[in-house]
């Protein structure tokens, strides 16, 4: 958000506002999820979460979002995705859920903001298997304007894997279905190999053009 407000006065939310919502998404629906053992509780926390990322935009004065349908569809299946993983956590390590959380969204928060400032530093095998880089595709194409349709190939693994996911969570303490939960995963991970989404932006490209001219078809 420092980054956006030192930024020319062109720069909005739909600038890097992608892996920033991610993030934030990822870091309270999983962690809160996993610490509350609810999986709808997650989700409020993760929705309460964006919210406030976006009026904190606003209170920077900068503009905001410009495609309100398309974010909120993308960040709400975002959320549900990120607290069925927090849930699971809570059901198969207890108390000790939310610390497995904890460390995953610090892993996959890391790799994400490497994407984000030095995007050929990583291997994009790396990429496909994280849903946090999903998430991050699917809000940076929706805040850009290139609606739900252009952002299907990331939505539909983020559906599938909270589907899957909460197959293992109803099914728990049968084990078998984390072949299943791995599988989709993978399947889906594929897909997103053989199918990208809109490439996200560099943060220091992204911080010194208009919005117009980075996601112009």
């Not at 997650?42 to 929705?47: I, K, P, Q």
């Amino acid at each position: 958000m420092l980054l956006i407000a030192a930024a020319p006065a062109h720069t909005s939310l739909a600038a890097v506002g992608g892996p920033i919502l991610a993030v934030g998404l990822m870091g309270v629906g999983m962690i809160g999820a996993a610490a509350a053992g609810r999986l709808w509780l997650g989700v409020l926390m993760a929705l309460l979460a964006g919210a406030g990322l976006v009026l904190i935009v606003h209170a920077l004065g900068l503009p905001a979002l410009t495609h309100p349908v398309a974010t909120g569809f993308a960040v709400i299946i975002a959320s549900v995705s990120f607290a069925a993983r927090g849930t699971l956590f809570a059901r198969s390590a207890a108390d000790k859920g939310w610390l497995i959380a904890l460390s995953v969204v610090a892993g996959e928060a890391a790799i994400l903001i490497t994407a984000s400032a030095m995007p050929d530093v990583l291997p994009d095998w790396l990429l496909v298997l994280l849903p946090a880089q999903w998430a991050s595709v699917a809000i940076q194409t929706a805040l850009a304007g290139g609606g739900t349709r252009a952002a299907s190939s990331v939505l539909i693994p983020l559906a599938g894997t909270a589907a899957a996911t909460l197959l293992v969570v109803w099914l728990w303490p049968r084990r078998w279905p984390y072949m299943i939960m791995f599988t989709v995963w993978l399947g889906l991970s594929a897909l997103v190999w053989y199918w990208p989404g809109p490439p996200l932006l560099h943060v220091d490209v992204a911080l010194g053009a208009a919005p117009a001219e980075q996601f112009a078809p």
